[in-house]
T-cell receptor
């Protein structure tokens, strides 16, 4: 079974630009979550999507948005990039039932804002 | 919001040693997870353990929700166990991560 894939793996953008990151979950997983990791703030939860609906959202400004498509692939968008948005962005797909829980992470997209 | 504290921040072990990592949280939670991030950045979900005890090979975890802490046990550590261990909790829909414990296992 293929794992979670994220594209691109590395990205360099300039302040003020916008960026879109993509995440393809494991086949059959309908839940996708996004996380930001920086040296200063550590790991932070961005949002979770399930069946094309945003289920939870972390404490991030409106410049951060996401969506999920009918095939469960998800994208996140950051508009008007700031230097502080430089980070590793991780995506995870999940399948859970009342008795089990499995979550798998992609390799991440490393975004550098200059 | 809920506070999550992990200890110790750093841990250095010889291969074969056992260790205990701790995660304290400041409020009741309905979800607690342990993750391992290897030196190449790959994050792996180890346990989903809002309460009780679970074991997976050399790793086990215990969460005492009423006392607001969770423990991750690593037995017979191997060099491949090196990396950063994070706990994350969810309380009222708000997910927070601890700062992590950086584990170095020396051969």
């Amino acid at each position: 079974k293929a794992g979670v894939t994220q594209t691109p793996r590395y990205l360099i953008k300039t302040r003020g630009q916008q960026v879109t990151l993509s995440c393809s979950p494991i086949s059959g997983h309908r839940s996708v979550s996004w996380y930001q990791q920086t040296p200063g703030q550590g790991l932070q939860f961005l949002f979770e999507y399930f069946s094309e609906t945003q289920r939870n959202k972390g404490n991030f400004p409106g410049r951060f948005s996401g969506r999920q498509f009918s095939n469960s692939r998800s994208e996140m968008n950051v508009s008007t990039l700031e230097l502080g948005d430089s980070a590793l962005y991780l995506c995870a797909s999940k399948i859970s039932t009342q008795i089990s829980y499995e979550q798998y992470f992609g390799p991440g997209t490393r975004l550098t804002v200059t | 919001g809920i506070q999550v504290e992990q200890s110790p921040p750093d841990l250095i072990l010889q291969e074969g040693a056992n260790s205990t990592l701790r995660c304290n949280f400041s409020d009741s939670v309905n979800n607690l997870q342990w993750f391992h991030q290897n030196p190449w950045g790959q994050l792996i979900n180890l346990f989903y353990i809002p309460s009780g005890t679970k074991q997976n090979g050399r790793l086990s975890a215990t969460t005492v929700a009423t006392e607001r802490y969770s423990l991750l046990y690593i037995s017979s550590s191997q060099t491949t166990d090196s990396g950063v261990y994070f706990c994350a909790v969810v309380s009222l829909g708000d997910m927070r991560f601890g700062a992590g414990t950086r584990l170095t296992v020396k051969p």
